[in-house]
């Protein structure tokens, strides 16, 4: 799930890099941690914690944090079934309930009930009777706007996937690779609820005949096409709508300087497909009891409380911490659009097959 971040690329996607004691990336040495005291998590690009809460856990635990970046969530899964009989770490982060059966049944995961599960949302959970996933947050794809642009021309900007379709919204709108970017998927599972097996073909044949333009990642999404970026880019992208998260306008406020009083970016609340992101232990870790604490920490209420000003995503744990910007600026949508787990494990890969060759074409 990611998200606008400050540094030098404001990373809206669903995190930003850094924060922890020790990062690497996917060209490090494969086959987990390498000794006792090190413990591997292995994310997609946006992954972020404080350091402090993470020096917390390192304190506490006795093991050392290694982070391995592996590109997109989609590219991470891949990676991590490619390497399941030597893992290049001790847990996955960032697998979605998008990707979620792809994982499960491909058995990179080994069974572990995380210290806390108790206290997860119903409604997050998933994999209940063997284990072998820990929810860690949520949060909304959906389509973003540029307000300024829609001001400026006296443009009211799209809240629907219908509106999308509409003349006033041609050659405007950017969205990511549904077969390599995890909100790209999650843009066309919206769809795919939102008109069935028989109609969302259809509709993603309107969006093209309108304009839509496909790039690989939510990065180059976000940061070089759209033009309601604050970061991340030398040129202001042309595109005023973008497939991003509901969460992406509190962080284009809270990273700003000075800080506006609105977001400068809105949400098409009608566009939104809700997202859950998962951790788990892998199988064959080189060091299991590792990565069970800190399958803990991700879900213990320090983590919880930390992570939504870090990631930009929603915590799934009861009582956590709502920071007051999400609130005003990003708020969960009321609606959501929503799929079953099975439906998506026996849909997912013959819908992207089929977009691809529609909208790739």
């Known amino acids: 799930m990611s998200i606008t971040r400050k540094a030098t690329a404001l990373a809206l996607g669903l995190g930003l890099a850094g924060g922890l004691t020790a990062c690497g990336s996917s060209d490090g040495d494969a086959g987990g941690s390498g000794d ?11 992954w972020a914690a404080s350091e402090e809460v993470v020096a917390a856990f390192e304190k506490s635990s006795g093991y050392q944090v290694r982070v391995l970046k592996d590109g997109d969530a989609g ?3 891949n990676k991590a079934v490619l390497t399941k009989d030597n893992p290049q770490g001790d847990v996955l982060f960032g697998v979605d309930n998008t990707l979620l059966s792809r994982a499960l049944d491909n058995g990179i995961f080994q069974p572990y009930e995380a210290k806390g599960s ?17 929810p860690v947050d949520t949060g909304d794809v959906c389509v973003n706007y540029d307000k300024a642009y829609f001001s400026e021309r006296g443009l009211t900007p799209p809240d629907s996937f ?22 790209g998927l999650g ?12 109609g969302w073909q259809d509709y993603w044949k309107k969006l093209e005949a309108n304009g839509v333009k496909v790039v690989d990642s939510w990065e180059q999404a976000y940061n070089e096409e759209f033009s309601g970026s604050s970061g991340g880019r030398k040129a202001k992208g042309d595109r005023p709508l973008v497939v991003s998260y509901a969460s992406s306008p509190p962080a284009e406020v809270i990273y700003a ?51 939504p000003l870090n990631m930009f995503v929603y915590p799934v744990r009861e009582g956590a911490r709502i920071p007051e910007a999400f609130r005003k600026f990003g708020p969960q949508a009321e609606d959501p659009e929503t799929m ?3 439906k998506i494990a026996a849909h997912r890969d013959q819908w992207v097959k089929s977009w691809t060759s529609l909208v790739l074409k």
Do not use: W
């Open 162 to 183: 219908d509106d999308l379709t509409e003349p006033a919204y041609r050659n405007l709108l950017v969205t990511e690779n549904a077969g390599s970017s995890s909100p």
């Open 340 to 342: 079953d787990a099975a």
């Open 36 to 46: 006792s005291r090190t413990v591997t998590l292995v994310s997609h690009d946006s």
């Open 257 to 307: 300087d000075p800080q506006p009083a609105t977001a400068p970016t809105g949400v098409a609340r009608g566009t939104c497909f809700r997202q859950v992101e998962y951790a788990g232990l892998l199988s064959n870790a080189g060091n299991p009891e590792g990565g069970k604490a800190l399958l803990d920490f991700l879900i213990s209420k320090r983590f919880q409380d930390d992570m």
């Open 187 to 198: 843009f066309l599972l919206g769809t795919a609820a939102r008109y069935g097996d028989d």
């Open 118 to 134: 108790d206290l997860v949302l119903p409604e997050y959970r998933a994999d209940q009777d063997e284990h072998r996933v820990t």
């Open 75 to 77: 590219q991470a899964v």
